[in-house]
C-alpha cells in the first residue's frame, strides 16, 4: 500500500508499506494491503510499519528509527485515512 505520513513541519515518509501499526483512541490496530477502507483518529504512540521491497525509493525523514525492513515513529496523536491501498497519516 502507499504510505504518506505528515506533520504540520513536514512530510516524514511517503513511500511503499505492507502492514502498519497504529495508536488508536480505542486501541493499537494493524491494516495490511487491500484492507477495507477507514478512518480513525489517533492517540499519542508508535506508528510502526513494515517496508516494502522498494525501501530504496521512499523517502524517509530522520526522524523515523529503522531496524531492518520496519520503520517506527513516536506520534503526539492524529488522524489516519485509508482509501483504495492509500493510506495517509496526519500527525503531531
Given at each position: 500500500?502507499?504510505?504518506?505520513?505528515?506533520?504540520?513541519?513536514?512530510?516524514?515518509?511517503?513511500?511503499?508499506?505492507?502492514?502498519?501499526?497504529?495508536?488508536?483512541?480505542?486501541?493499537?490496530?494493524?491494516?495490511?494491503?487491500?484492507?477495507?477502507?477507514?478512518?480513525?483518529?489517533?492517540?499519542?504512540?508508535?506508528?510502526?510499519?513494515?517496508l516494502?521491497g522498494?525501501?530504496a525509493?521512499?523517502?524517509?525523514?530522520?526522524k523515523?528509527?529503522?531496524?531492518?525492513?520496519?520503520?517506527?515513529?513516536?506520534?503526539?496523536?492524529?488522524?489516519?485515512?485509508?482509501?483504495?491501498?492509500?493510506?495517509?497519516?496526519?500527525?503531531?
Amino acid at each position: 500500500m502507499k504510505l504518506e505520513i505528515i506533520t504540520p513541519e513536514a512530510s516524514l515518509f511517503k513511500g511503499e508499506a505492507t502492514s502498519v501499526t497504529l495508536p488508536g483512541l480505542d486501541g493499537v490496530f494493524q491494516v495490511l494491503n487491500n484492507h477495507a477502507p477507514i478512518i480513525s483518529s489517533l492517540k499519542g504512540g508508535e506508528v510502526i510499519f513494515d517496508l516494502d521491497g522498494n525501501a530504496a525509493e521512499a523517502e524517509m525523514s530522520d526522524k523515523l528509527v529503522q531496524s531492518g525492513s520496519k520503520v517506527s515513529v513516536t506520534i503526539k496523536g492524529g488522524v489516519a485515512e485509508l482509501n483504495n491501498n492509500r493510506l495517509i497519516i496526519l500527525a503531531e
